[in-house]
């Protein structure tokens, strides 16, 4: 009899500390939610949070329609994406700690890809507004000011900060007029601020994109492709001492740095079945974050 009433209260003990642990994760503060993420495990794409270790999920644009590529604010708890719920891609904001979301951009073109400016003030994000192409253009915060930094017929996509402002990273690429796939050469480049001042960074064969600045602004981390396979790559920020950093067999892309510099996370995976996992720089150590079948990607670190 002692030894049933000793196990009832274990057991009972035990759905306590269960039922504590399921409420925590229910509901943290912001400031727990480190990774924004694209994730279609609601059937369709949303942008979720999560600290670094994979927990204390939420999802933060709930809607049925797409959310793509999240961005977090410099200054605030805000994070920008980009969506499909008014007909086509346009920008929005959507409060961390409300949920509260704003259009920024109203444009008939497809504007995608945002970016906040290390101070806050500016968003750089791609549109094919005012040509055949999509180029790179900037805005204020509240998304007033659009101007574009480039206007050429090349096909350009994921722009990125120097942590000083002063630079922007980017993929540039040479390509059929209606041709927006992986099919051409895609290569990094590196601009001013203002637009000026091209300089191509990366010359390997293979298609390479999504870069990176870490933290300091030394390096560069991003995906290219080499017979085929996606791997994670970094190199200085002037383009040198190129290292193939994954070297796998499935495909690994979209990387982002963690605050501290030492950790990347990225997407990884293969034949329609995607996770985040993190990567750290140092002892080449892999830690899957997600465990979902369809598509977890995008991850970017708070900064």
């Given amino acids: 009899m002692i030894k049933l009433y000793t196990l009832l209260s274990l057991i009972i003990l035990h759905s306590c500390i269960d039922s504590s642990n399921r409420e925590t994760f229910k509901e943290q503060p912001s400031s727990v939610h480190e990774i924004a993420f694209v994730t279609d495990r609601d059937k369709n794409s949303e942008i979720y949070v999560m600290d670094k270790e994979g927990e204390n999920l939420k999802n933060i644009t709930n809607n049925d329609s797409l959310d793509f590529s999240p961005s977090w604010s410099k200054i605030n708890s805000k994070i920008y994406f980009y969506s499909k719920r008014d007909g086509n891609p346009e920008i929005y904001s959507v409060e961390l700690n409300d949920n509260y979301i704003e259009r920024l951009t109203f444009n008939p073109g497809s504007d995608v890809l945002p970016t906040s400016s290390p101070d806050g003030k500016s968003i750089v994000f791609m549109s094919d507004r005012d040509s055949m192409s999509r180029n790179i253009y900037i805005m204020e915060k509240d998304g007033t000011n659009v101007k574009p930094l480039t206007k050429n017929d090349s096909y350009e996509e994921s722009p990125d900060w120097s942590p000083d402002g002063e ?137």
């Avoid at 933290?215 to 017979?227: L, M």
């Fill in 167 to 303: 630079k922007i990273v980017f993929t540039r690429q040479l390509r059929d007029s209606i041709d927006t796939t992986h099919a051409a050469n895609g290569e990094i480049h590196i601009m001013n601020a203002d637009g000026s001042g091209v300089k191509r960074l990366t010359f390997k064969d293979g298609y390479d994109s999504g870069a990176k600045f870490s933290p300091d602004g030394k390096k560069i981390a991003f995906y290219g492709s080499q017979q085929n396979v996606w791997d994670l790559y970094v190199m200085d920020s002037d383009g040198s001492n190129l290292i193939n950093l994954t070297n796998d067999s499935i495909e690994c892309y979209s990387p982002d740095w963690s605050t501290n510099g030492e950790w990347l996370v990225y997407t990884a995976g293969t034949r329609g079945n995607y996770n985040i996992w993190k990567i750290n720089l140092s002892s080449n150590e892999k830690v899957q974050l997600t465990n979902t079948k369809g598509r977890n990607e995008s991850p970017v670190w708070k900064k």
